[in-house]
Every structure is written in structure tokens, then in C-alpha cells.
Nanobody, 121 residues
Framework: QVQLVESGGGLVQAGDSLRLSCAAS????????MGWFRQAPGKERELVAT????????YYVGSVKGRFTISRDNAKNTVFLQMNSLKPEDTAVYYC??????????????WGQGTQVTVSS
């Protein structure tokens, strides 16, 4: 059974950093592009970052570019989201996602349960 389990969320002050982790099991990890989404109260779920199967190609939504870094360790079946210079508007539930092959098109195949990130002013 496929599982994506996020960890690392919490309550921090503006300007602080957090590192989210997503541990994957039950799938051939390096066959999947991985991504992070977030959903803030009253907002639509938003794609934050993606990383290709090899970890070489990344994408970031403009609002986090230069502050967040997505990476993966295929030997450990884990994807990370390093979040620096956090802002209150980053407050959201963050979800790990996996898609077979490329993340370019089509729907997400698997979702994690989400982890709460709260950034206070």
C-alpha cells in the first residue's frame, strides 16, 4: 500500500525556517515526480514546488521562489521542502504529492495527509 507521510511542520515566527519531510513507501520512488502543495484557510490548494524523478529539475511558484528549496533523496525514498524566511502568508496545510512519471500534466496519483505550518507575525 502506498503511503506518503509528511513531518516537520509546526509553529514558527516570521523569518524562521522549517524543513518538511515526506517519507514514501509502497511505490517505486524514483519513477515518480514529487511535489508539495499547500492550502490556506479560505484558499484553493496551490502547487508550491515540484522536483523531477532524478532531482535535477525543479519548479517553484513565484511567491516562494528564492526562499524554498525542494529536494529528494531517492536512496531514502524521501522528498524535502526547505522553507526559509517564512512569512505569515506561508501559513497553510502542506501536502506531499506523487505522480508517476512527469508532473507536467494529469492528476496527482498519491497524496500525503498534510502537515500544518503556521507562521506568526
Amino acid at each position: 500500500q502506498v503511503q506518503l507521510v509528511e513531518s516537520g511542520g509546526g509553529l514558527v515566527q516570521a523569518g524562521d525556517s522549517l524543513r518538511l519531510s515526506c517519507a514514501a513507501s509502497g511505490l517505486t520512488f524514483d519513477a515518480y515526480s514529487m511535489g508539495w502543495f499547500r492550502q490556506a484557510p479560505g484558499k484553493e490548494r496551490e502547487l508550491v514546488a515540484t522536483v523531477s524523478r532524478t532531482g535535477i529539475t525543479t519548479y517553484y511558484v513565484g511567491s516562494v521562489k528564492g526562499r524554498f528549496t525542494i529536494s529528494r533523496d531517492n536512496a531514502k525514498n524521501t522528498v524535502f521542502l526547505q522553507m526559509n524566511s517564512l512569512k505569515p502568508e506561508d501559513t497553510a496545510v502542506y501536502y506531499c504529492a506523487a505522480k508517476f512519471g512527469s508532473m507536467i500534466s494529469g492528476g496527482v496519483d498519491y497524496w500525503g495527509q498534510g502537515t500544518q505550518v503556521t507562521v506568526s507575525s
